[in-house]
């Protein structure tokens, strides 16, 4: 049966700022105050966001000084990405809402299917792999907090294997993570559209050079662009289209685009300054 869900597309902004409002619209979900939402959003400055439970110790924080760059910390769990050039998206909504009802794998693979149809409207073949392997990433994370889909050893997200994850030309194209709580579910993921995937390796501590060049041809290996793969590089508005469109025909969804709400902003903008922006929360001091 057909459902409405809300679309909103905000504009370039600071980590800290994007993932307080993921949270802030989390919190009005589970408030009833919204309904479920699909955004569409990018960053700028270029941001590391670190999974829930990753160590500082991952980041070498004078390069990424150095940079410009910026640091956070998100809500849900998996390893390192550095967001620039790509298209983000999240999708919030309540545990009821069937699209998202179940375990963490079953809501995550319907989604999927939105995602990899996405990519086939931008002409992008890809699959959804199951791993069998006993390496391959499990769900994991802190009780009804975060709830990751790539959780692995390795410091950078796009490296992992993990299960049902969504490849081109057997590489990685999208990365994701969950986080259920008792407000409802936030799935957010990164669609790199171009650039070089390696950048992110100047930023994160290895033990020296090799290791750091061993990295490198591993992340080369398992990981892709949008451009890597069309031979021509994508723009963000043209894959946000193909995102709204797939979700509406795969999910059978209407959007009805709107902003945030007032308690939205308001809640973001605490969350952005208690929580995203602080040591305590990124350092996990």
């Known amino acids: 049966m057909q459902t409405t869900w809300r679309l909103i597309i905000t504009p370039s902004a600071r980590g800290a700022w994007n993932m307080a409002v993921d949270e802030a619209i989390l919190e009005a979900i589970g408030k009833e105050l919204v309904p479920p939402t699909l955004r569409l959003y990018s960053w700028q400055p270029p941001c590391l966001s670190l999974g829930y439970a990753q160590p500082i110790a991952d980041v070498h924080l004078p390069a990424l000084l150095s940079n410009g760059w910026d640091l956070v910390r998100r809500p849900t ?71 990751s889909i790539t959780d692995h050893p390795n410091p950078v997200c796009f490296e992992n294997p993990s299960n049902y994850e969504i490849l081109a030309k057997g590489k990685k194209i999208i990365g994701s993570a969950q986080a259920r709580r008792k407000d409802g579910v936030l799935q957010h993921g990164s669609f790199p559209l171009y650039g070089d995937l390696t950048r992110i390796l100047q930023v994160l501590a290895f033990p020296d050079e090799k290791s750091r060049q061993e990295a490198k041809a591993r992340l080369l290996q398992h990981a892709t662009t949008a451009e890597e793969v069309l031979g021509e590089p994508l723009g963000w508005q043209a894959a946000a289209n193909a995102f709204i469109q797939a979700f509406e025909q795969t999910l059978d969804l209407r959007f009805v685009k709107a902003d945030l709400s007032g308690f939205e902003i308001a809640r973001a903008e605490e969350l952005c300054h208690e929580k995203y922006s602080s040591l305590s929360w990124n350092h996990r001091i």
């Open 77 to 147: 769990g998996g390893r390192a990405i550095l967001h620039t050039d790509e298209l983000t998206y999240a999708v919030i909504g309540p545990l009821h809402e069937p699209r998202l009802q179940g375990s963490v794998l079953e809501s995550y693979q319907r989604l999927s299917q939105a995602l990899l149809k996405a990519l086939s409207l931008l002409q992008i073949p890809a699959q959804a792999k199951p791993l069998s392997s006993p390496s391959a990433s499990a769900p994991s994370g802190p009780p009804a907090l975060s709830t």
